[in-house]
Nanobody, 124 residues
Framework: QVQLVESGGGLVQAGGSLRLSCAAS????????MGWFRQPPGKEREFVAT????????YIADSVKGRFTISRDNAKNTVSLQMNSLKPEDTAVYYC?????????????????WGQGTQVTVSS
């Protein structure tokens, strides 16, 4: 079992930055690949970024590539999403997810554990 708690969301103007964090507890964090997903208002949940258990491999969605960066600190049991050059279309609830495994995974159905989500709102 893994418990995930996201933080760092909020309201920001277009062009600004936010850093989301996800704190994990309850199991060996370094055994899990981690992912960030988001659900814009009225839309389905979509993949944003994923990172392997060692942090050596990452995969970023094309829609945010070059603006968002995913990283993890296995010593602190955290995964972060640095979001720069934010756009109004980045407005969504952002979720952290965990999947036992060494690689990285972009499908939400592959993930076993989810956080409650944190709201990110980007104003124009």
């Amino acid at each position: 079992q893994v418990q995930l708690v996201e933080s760092g969301g909020g309201l920001v103007q277009a062009g600004g930055s936010l850093r989301l964090s996800c704190a994990a507890s309850g199991s060996t964090f370094s055994s899990y690949a981690m992912g960030w997903f988001r659900q814009p208002p009225g839309k389905e949940r979509e993949f944003v970024a994923t990172i392997s258990w060692s942090g050596g491999r990452t995969y970023i969605a094309d829609s945010v590539k070059g603006r968002f960066t995913i990283s993890r600190d296995n010593a602190k049991n955290t995964v972060s999403l640095q979001m720069n050059s934010l756009k109004p279309e980045d407005t969504a609830v952002y979720y952290c997810a965990a999947k036992r495994g060494s690689y990285y995974y972009s499908g939400d159905a592959q993930y076993e554990y989810w956080g409650q989500g944190t709201q990110v709102t980007v104003s124009s």
